[in-house]
């Protein structure tokens, strides 16, 4: 405890000795991961107020309707083509090579990337929005649902493209090793957000006027992020035409490429149950699944808090060469995040009903069934991602890519075949079959051979195709 507690200051450590450097990574995981404390517990607190009162103010269709518009639209993440996610590897191996052009030289290229993927996302909705069915899509039913389904749709899929370009300066800071500045201003976009929503909720607009407020938030919070960035902290980064590089751009596209098959495997496969639902079992087993599911979303996060910012600090790493620290690393974090997710998981699991009826009343009965499976897949998943991370520092994508395509494909098949003979616990079920044979089992005898791959390659070169 005392080891941790002296590393929760803002004065770095000297990084002139290995010993130096090991504690500085450490220590900017661990501010990281307190700022993620306070800006997930805002984000938490917002979901806290803002379900039972969404649910009880737009009724189960509508809410329904959102919780489908949002699944739908949860593959815009990976509308940047996995650009952010390479923004975030390129910065932090830039920062262990002490290498400012080429930090600079990234940051442009991609900005401008994103900038026109958006706006080419924008024109191609534009044009397509008249011909889309939301009664077929949604399968809504009533004549309020079905006139704010199709508004609904294009407001939130604004606000997903306008964040695209804008999460540029959150993706910069956390290649930097400081993602707890990037933390506050999350922390902004969440308070906004909330006020947003109860703003609309308190002046009876529609579904509309509801995703903007919450969803406008956080899009205002990422500007103001990228203003304080790039025109006060690091002015020398701020995305210029002429700093554009093709081999950057190069880069930038291929390792996207992986990120981005990656994103979409990953939207199929944890974004489709709210859809699978709507189709098989209808629109009261969506408002079941997707409430039921926001408990193991919080117990999820509460443990992940830690793992994201050892990503680039895994990259850093790697780029000096210090390959004994990213095991150590490594180890102490799939030990954590699996212990700490068995532990939630099981409270949840074991106090769900209480709690969702505390929560958000007589509406949501789940299953034990349907608990106890998103229980063991929470704890599957965080495991999992505890492993991601150190995949993504070492830049080991092609593993990722094979057993993610995978892992889509047999989530979906899986637990629509299940659904439709067992119910909504199915779709729980179905993830913890297709991730545990899919991801796991792969994953445990492909990381100790890609260590030993490290320690081996790590004085000649210490990148991974």
Same mark, same amino acid.
């Given at each position: 405890?005392?080891?941790?507690?002296?590393?929760?200051?803002?004065?770095?450590?000297?990084?002139?000795?290995?010993?130096?450097?090991?504690?500085?990574?450490?220590?900017?995981?661990?501010?990281?991961?307190?700022?993620?404390?306070?800006?997930?517990?805002?984000?938490?607190?917002?979901l806290l107020i803002s379900v039972p009162l969404t649910l009880r103010y737009?009724?189960?269709?509508?809410?329904?309707?959102?919780?489908?518009?949002?699944?739908?639209?949860?593959?815009?993440?990976?509308l940047d083509l996995g650009i952010g996610n390479g923004l975030v590897t390129a910065v932090a191996e830039t920062d262990g090579r002490g290498d400012r052009e080429g930090a600079r030289a990234y940051v442009s290229s991609?900005?401008? +990337? &994103?900038?026109?993927?958006?706006a080419v996302a924008? #024109?191609?909705? *534009?044009? /397509?929005?008249? !011909?889309? $069915?939301?009664?077929?899509?949604?399968?809504?039913?009533?004549?309020?649902?079905?006139?704010?389904?199709?508004?609904?749709?294009?407001?939130?899929?604004?606000?997903?493209?306008?964040?695209?370009?804008?999460?540029?300066?959150?993706?910069?800071?956390?290649?930097?090793?400081?993602?707890?500045?990037?933390?506050?201003?999350t922390l902004l976009g969440s308070v906004l957000g909330l006020v947003g929503l109860l703003t609309a909720v308190a002046a009876r607009a529609g579904l509309p006027w509801?995703?903007?407020?919450?969803?406008?938030?956080?899009?205002?919070a990422a500007l103001a992020n990228g203003g304080s960035l790039f025109a006060v902290e690091r002015p020398w980064l701020r995305p210029r035409l002429q700093?554009?590089?093709?081999?950057?751009?190069?880069? +930038? &596209?291929?390792?996207?490429?992986?990120?981005?098959? #990656?994103?979409? *495997?990953? /939207?199929?496969? !944890?974004? $489709?149950?709210?859809?699978?639902?709507?189709?098989?079992?209808?629109?009261?087993?969506?408002?079941?699944?997707?409430?039921?599911?926001?408990?193991f979303i919080i117990v999820g996060v509460a443990v992940s808090i830690a793992l994201t910012p050892l990503w680039p600090a895994y990259g850093e790493a790697v780029a000096r060469g210090d390959v004994g620290w990213v095991r150590r690393a490594l180890l102490r974090s799939l030990v954590g995040a699996t212990l700490g997710?068995?532990?939630?998981?099981?409270?949840?699991?074991?106090?769900?009903?209480?709690?969702?009826?505390?929560?958000?009343?007589?509406?949501?009965?789940?299953?034990?069934?349907l608990l106890l499976g998103l229980g063991v897949s929470t704890v599957l998943m965080t495991a999992g991602n505890a492993t991601a991370m150190f995949l993504n520092g070492v830049q080991a994508f092609r593993f990722q890519v094979v057993t993610g395509t995978s892992l889509a494909v047999v989530k979906v098949v899986v637990s629509v075949i299940l659904a439709r003979r067992l119910g909504v616990a199915a779709l729980a079920w179905g993830t913890v079959l297709a991730y545990g044979v899919v991801v796991v089992v792969p994953m445990a005898l492909f990381v100790p051979r890609l260590l030993a791959r490290l320690r081996r390659t790590a004085p000649r070169s210490n990148h991974l195709a």
């Open positions: 405890m005392a080891s941790l507690l002296s590393l929760l200051r803002l004065r770095s450590f000297d990084t002139g000795t290995r010993e130096g450097r090991s504690r500085e990574r450490y220590r900017r995981v661990a501010l990281t991961a307190l700022s993620s404390v306070a800006a997930r517990s805002v984000a938490l607190l917002s737009l009724g189960t269709e509508r809410y329904a309707l959102w919780m489908a518009v949002s699944s739908l639209l949860a593959a815009l993440a990976s991609a900005a401008f +990337l &994103l900038l026109g993927l958006a924008l #024109l191609g909705f *534009a044009a /397509a929005y008249p !011909f889309l $069915s939301w009664k077929a899509l949604f399968r809504v039913e009533t004549d309020l649902a079905l006139r704010e389904a199709g508004p609904a749709t294009a407001v939130f899929f604004a606000c997903v493209a306008a964040s695209v370009p804008l999460s540029v300066a959150g993706r910069v800071r956390a290649g930097y090793q400081q993602g707890f500045v990037g933390d506050l201003w509801l995703i903007l407020g919450f969803s406008g938030g956080p899009v205002l700093a554009i590089a093709a081999s950057k751009v190069k880069r +930038l &596209l291929r390792t996207g490429l992986a990120f981005f098959m #990656l994103q979409v *495997a990953s /939207a199929v496969a !944890f974004s $489709s149950d709210s859809l699978i639902a709507a189709q098989v079992l209808g629109p009261q087993a969506v408002t079941e699944f997707a409430v039921t599911a926001r408990l997710s068995l532990a939630l998981s099981t409270l949840a699991v074991v106090f769900g009903t209480t709690l969702l009826r505390l929560w958000v009343g007589p509406a949501v009965h789940p299953s034990f069934g």
